[in-house]
């Protein structure tokens, strides 16, 4: 997603109008997006994963008559076939065994709302022709009951595989058509580098916010590396590799020896081949074991006390891994 003039990226008060962009793909997507707030067609969303499909869905609902109403995300492709009828209906009591009450499905809890259904393309046949009707009609049962109920829901689905009716055989045609009302293709990260500059700047502040920090920036060697990488996981890798940058940073400047790019290791780790006679890679043990603390400090934000209470180590263990990792390995 662009970045917000007055928030985050990924604020859930956003709105289409709080965005912009200096790329000409990413504005006409914007623009089309602005169109269809104003609609109550279904939406289609295609982009990467990554590329910001549920912040877009999201400023598109904030953006719309129905911004007062509830916005309920639901992965399609999280469930097997026998859970989409209980996630997405609801369930009455005693409909299964450990239904002890009547829960209501995220079709009812939409009502009056948004339904954003993420990864559709991933959903099975039977789960496709199950959501057709209630995608169409607003209609639905509750598992467990031959009660008819109905839902004023607005759907906006997403999904990061390419469809052009047929061009999924798995999917159905009749479901295409139904939930592709206004489709909006969301161009990767890669695809739109004038607006690089201004999401790093802004992650690299809200990162720092976050974990109680004066970052200011990043010096030449780290933002020449940033800006020349291809960033094939999107805005979701951005802003894991800033945070995880943020976090090593000792200093008020990220340096190029902070950054983990493309493989989830420290990009100054001098990659080691892995030797003809069959011998393990030097990289293995390190490598995991640096993943594993950046991984614990971004789950709590930061907070290098939180972070060694869940490794199990003292603050003193903790600092001292994250400078060994940090440095380059030896040859």
Known sequence: MA????????????????FYTSDTIMQACLDRARVAAQTDLPILI?????????????????SSRRNRGPFVSFNAAALSDTLLDSQLFGHERGAFTGAHQRVKGKFELAHQGTLFLDEIADLSPTGQSKILRAVEYGEFERLGSDALQRAD?????????????AGEQRFRQDLFFRISGFTLTLPSLRERPNDLPVLLAAEIQRASERQGKAIVGLN??????????GWPGNLRELSTVVHAAVALATAEVIGEEHLMLGTGVLEATPVVPVASNG????????????????????????NKRRAARELGVSRATLD?????ISRPASR
């Not at 030449?220 to 990488?229: E, H, I, K, Q, T």
């Not at 640096?290 to 991984?295: F, K, N």
């Not at 001292?320 to 060994?324: G, H, I, T, V």
């Open 220 to 229: 030449r060697a780290a933002a020449n590396r940033l800006l020349a990488y």
């Open 46 to 62: 295609l982009g990467e994963s990554g590329a910001g499909k549920t912040i877009l869905a999201r400023a598109i609902h904030n």
């Open 3 to 18: 970045i917000s003039r007055t928030r985050a990226y990924d604020d859930t008060a956003a709105t289409l109008g709080d």
């Open 153 to 165: 829901v607005r759907v906006i689905s997403a999904t990061h595989r390419a469809m052009n009716g």
């Open 320 to 324: 001292r891994k994250l400078r060994e």
């Open 279 to 302: 011998n393990s890679k030097r990289r293995t043990l390190r490598d995991a074991m640096a993943g594993h603390i950046l991984q614990v400090l971004e789950d709590v934000g930061g």
